[in-house]
């Protein structure tokens, strides 16, 4: 197995404009005046192998999309290494074309969760804000990140793993790396570009040319699908939901009528759908903003009925104080197929009658959808 960097920087605070970064980074990575620091090592699954860090130049291809990030890199002997980050779920591709789930070693952690970050005494304003921080157990390591804090990725960076080694608490990394004595590790980053459908796309293309077994279907196909929009569809073209018998976690069957009379924010997920349960921490924030003001959150499982008591634990573990139903048909309910719902997390938009306003609603880590909802309650007092 080859090598797997993962730079080191994170938690400052500057009030600056928040957005998600929806695009390609390259990354030059290279050593200067030393060698590459001792062998290192990470967990797959219950596999431990032996990283060796490289004092040859390597380029790394980030692609990233929301909460989804693919990396692509070849090591100096030729071999290509691939991983993705859905959320804060890791996966490394092994040779024989198998991903398989990576943990993050707790020393790797711990650094994410750095606050002493302080500014350099001195800045190149033509590159940007220069911080660096001292590594609190072996102070003769400093990390240093050059960075533009001119948009703040704020819920990305958080993810930590890869997001972490292209964003900082404040902004984008232009350059980073660590001192150690006379050695440098360096890291230069290109922005290829920033676009969401773009970065689709590329994401598309990967799982297209990837062969594995580890990641489910569903998985994959989540992230081939339509773009969300922020549009609400006019009265005229709103759709009813199709006719469908849910149940909720009494095991009384409900119906989406029942929820008329409110706007209502739906969920599509799963318990084994790790993307879906990265963005309850975010629908929560959601529900807590909103709720006073009239919205009602609804989360519909596709769990089987078999893995009933896996939703249950799932809702418990990731704290969802809201509405919660499931259908047990999953993927081939009328549910599903009427609504072309082949991956997920799906979010849906339905107003007062019930009736569909949008069928691909933004994500809730999307400010997108922050924005669609102060719209649609501008006008409403808590």
């Known amino acids: 197995m080859q090598y ?10 500057l009030t600056v404009q928040a957005q998600t970064f929806n695009g390609r980074i390259e ?5 200067v005046d030393g060698i590459a620091p001792a062998k290192q090592k990470i967990v797959l699954n219950t596999d431990t192998l032996d990283i060796a860090s490289a004092s040859d130049t390597l380029y790394f291809n980030y692609t990233v ?26 996966y490394l591709k092994m040779d024989g074309g198998h991903y398989l ?17 302080k500014p350099a005494s001195k800045k190149d304003k033509s590159r940007g804000f220069e911080y660096y921080a001292v590594d609190k157990q072996n102070k003769k390591w400093t990390y240093f990140s050059t960075v533009d804090a001119s948009m703040k990725y704020t819920r990305q960076q958080e993810l930590g793993g890869g997001f972490a080694a292209l964003l900082h608490p404040i902004g ?12 440098e590790q360096i890291r230069e980053h290109h922005i290829i570009y920033d676009d969401q459908q773009t970065c689709l796309e590329a994401i598309a293309d990967f799982f297209l040319l990837a062969s594995d077994e580890a990641l489910t279907k569903q998985d994959l196909e989540q992230f081939m699908g339509k773009p969300t929009s922020s549009t609400i569809l006019p009265q005229e073209e709103r759709i009813n939901i199709p006719l469908a018998r849910f149940r909720n976690t009494k095991e009384q069957v409900v119906l989406i009528e029942d929820l008329k ?12 759908c790790a993307p879906c349960r990265a963005e309850m921490p975010f629908q929560k924030k ?5 709720a006073p003001k009239g919205l009602q959150v609804l989360s519909i499982s596709l769990d ?8 249950l634990e799932a809702i418990e573990i990731l704290e969802m104080d809201w509405e919660n139903w499931i259908i047990y048909e999953g993927f081939d309910s009328v549910f599903c197929k009427e609504l072309e719902i082949a991956g997920i997390p799906r979010y849906l938009l339905l107003d007062k009658e019930g009736e569909i306003m949008n069928s691909n609603a933004p994500r809730p880590s999307n400010a997108a959808l922050e924005v669609l909802l102060d719209e649609l309650f501008k006008n409403t007092s808590p």
Do not use: H
């Not at 089987?304 to 939703?311: I, R, S």
């Open 101 to 117: 789930e990576l943990n993050l070693p707790p020393a790797a952690l711990a650094r994410f969760e750095r606050k002493d970050w």
């Open 65 to 90: 999309c929301g909460d989804t990030l693919v990396l692509e890199y070849d090591s100096p002997n030729g071999e290509q290494t691939k991983s993705i980050q859905f959320g804060m779920d890791n």
């Open 27 to 31: 990354v030059k990575q290279y050593y």
């Open 304 to 311: 089987k009925e078999v893995d009933k008591t896996k939703w």
């Open 172 to 183: 984008i990394n232009l350059k980073s790396g660590f001192r150690y004595g006379a050695s």
């Open 286 to 290: 959601i529900k807590d903003k909103y």
């Open 4 to 13: 797997w960097q993962i730079p080191v920087f994170l938690f400052f605070v």
């Open 261 to 272: 009379g409110k706007y209502t924010y739906i969920d599509v997920w799963a318990s084994w």
